[in-house]
């Protein structure tokens, strides 16, 4: 029997661990924050309940990285304080982020956290903390796929150059 092969959540976290969920949880606030002023800026149904829907999914993932990091004796990162909330109408349009432009910046950042949750994914020793992170990922993805479709619906996206294959000229 090997020398990590008990009860994950006995094993000690290795430091790739350590610092990739702390930087995580110092992101993910960041990130919260971020998406409570765009909702400010949504004009948007659609794309308010997706922003809502990432701050819920974010809100869930740094209470189990604070509860992991509290139990393996880590401090935790500031949480910026929570944005007011402002009518949409009393932000003058000038200084307004417009809805197409915030739902490119969700993709962004969703895209953003899928790349990390794989590389923690794949540094972890601990299968509790590869799980978790995988978790994580399958959830931003299944986001990311909504947000995609709703790029689609509203005119929002824009394509690279694409590309058609011509079989017939080659």
């Not at 020398?3 to 949880?25: D, I, Q, R």
């Not at 869930?60 to 909330?85: D, S, V, W, Y």
């Amino acid at each position: 029997m090997g020398v990590l092969s008990g009860n994950p959540a006995n094993e000690p976290m290795h430091y790739g661990e350590v610092f990739s969920a702390w930087s995580f949880l110092s992101g993910a606030k960041g990130m919260v924050a971020g998406y409570q002023t765009k909702l400010n800026h949504a004009g948007d149904e659609d794309l308010r309940k997706l922003l809502q829907e990432a701050i819920d999914a974010s809100n869930q993932e740094m209470k189990q990285i604070e509860t992991l990091l509290k139990e393996n004796g880590i401090g935790l990162p500031p949480t910026p304080p929570e944005r007011p909330h402002a009518r949409l109408e009393d932000i003058p349009a000038g200084a307004r982020f417009m809805d197409q432009e915030i739902a490119a910046a969700l993709s962004a950042s969703i895209a953003a956290g899928l790349v990390t949750c794989s590389q923690i994914m794949g540094q972890s020793i601990r299968e509790d903390i590869a799980m978790m992170f995988g978790q994580f990922h399958t959830q931003k993805a299944t986001l990311g796929a909504k947000v995609l479709r709703l790029n689609k619906e509203k005119g929002w996206l824009i394509p690279p150059p694409l590309h058609h294959s011509h079989s017939e000229d080659c």
